[in-house]
């Protein structure tokens, strides 16, 4: 659900969850916590046929498709991947922690900016021996975002997929609604909607993320791709006339969204989709792990977030990449290097995608014969796009979008009022955090 991976213009640095810096990770680690760690602990010694693997994959469906993937590889390698999964919130807000520690060989992480964090702090060991066998089954998209500041390689793509306005067809031919092209159409649908007992918009914001991704539609469609990406980099002002133009559509736009959303998890608001309750929802094309009947996935679509500056259009796509990494000193090097080059054939992908059909390949040269309707369609969305974010938390300074971003958008989601003040506030901290090493 992405975009043709061999036309995919992708910014050189760049999803859900979030990430704390050191001093964040302590804390979870001081407030009882169980810290992550990795599989065979400190003192074990490497087993030349097994490579351990630290997953964030706890959802039920990708949980299977990566195990689909490790036993494919075992069958071809003779080696076993020895899998540590923690609940995906945990994973990313232990990270730092994890990796200073005794983590496994290799770990699932995101593309670009939350990539290039890390392996600037040395906590992750360039693989450019592994791309040395991969690199042609790759656009030069991904192969920039898989690239260090050092302009060394340190990731793996598997899979990348859009955000978008999800939607059933069959609730919007009973209620005779269009697809809003525009702002102002979108907020007339809402009105519809709520006019008719829906939920406009379904809504979960209790891990924090999902907030961030409604952000992202409205910066880049308002003030454009440029803006955004120095914005999330640390460049633009957030007190700048823009932002607050932002959060000023953005209080137009959250009557409609689904009330007490603190309180809701993704997957529950998922649910109130499934069942008809809401009219959208806002969010990658991973919801359709939650539509289980293949009745409701197969009615499940999605549209790009309408136009609101002409100047920009719908040019810009927030299309996450998830892969793999290596950790900084790996117990067996050799074993996680053949596990690393077998993660980015073509192989490995068509297995992950059987398993999971929410999103498409990163490779191009993977089978797409077996697509469906949605992954087509966000497959021709992605490759259509002008340009690609990765995501608030991947698009900036995890420390920052988890310590500053995180509270602060949850607190608009709460009170929608005293935004200038909000907004002075996340540019003092912006200045403190990107002034710092």
Known sequence: MRHSPSTLSVPGPSRRSLL??????????????PLLSACGGSGSAADPKTVTL???ASDAVPKKAFA??????????GITVDVNTKDHNTFQEQINSYLQGTPDDVFNWFAG??????????LATPIDDVWAKIEGDFPEAMRKLSKGEDGKYYFVPLYTYPWALFYRRSLFRQHGYEIPATWDQLVALCKRMKKDGLIPIAFGDKDAWPAMGTFDQIDFRLNGYDFHVDLMAGKASWTDAKVKAVFDHWSELLPYHQDGALGRTWQ?????????????????SFVGQQFTAKADLDDLDFFAFPEINPAYGQDTVEAPTDGFMLSRSPKNHAGAVKLLQYLGTPEAETVYLKA???????????????YTALQKKAYAMISGAKSLTQFMDRDSRPDFTST??????QKFVQNPKGVDGLL????RQKKTIFASS
């Open 113 to 122: 900016y939350r990539m290039q964090f890390f392996a600037a702090k040395k």
């Open 54 to 56: 630290g997953s964030n």
């Open 68 to 77: 689909e993937i490790y036993t494919t590889f075992r069958k071809r390698s």
């Open 268 to 284: 529950d608001a998922a649910q109130t989709l499934v069942a008809k309750k809401a009219g959208m929802y806002l969010l990658g």
């Open 356 to 370: 999971d059909s929410s999103v498409v390949a990163a490779s191009s040269k993977a089978d797409t014969s077996s």
């Open 424 to 427: 002075s506030s996340i540019e």
């Open 404 to 409: 500053v971003m995180q509270p602060a958008l």
């Open 20 to 33: 704390r810096g050191a001093g964040g990770a302590a804390l979870l680690a001081g407030a009882g916590t």
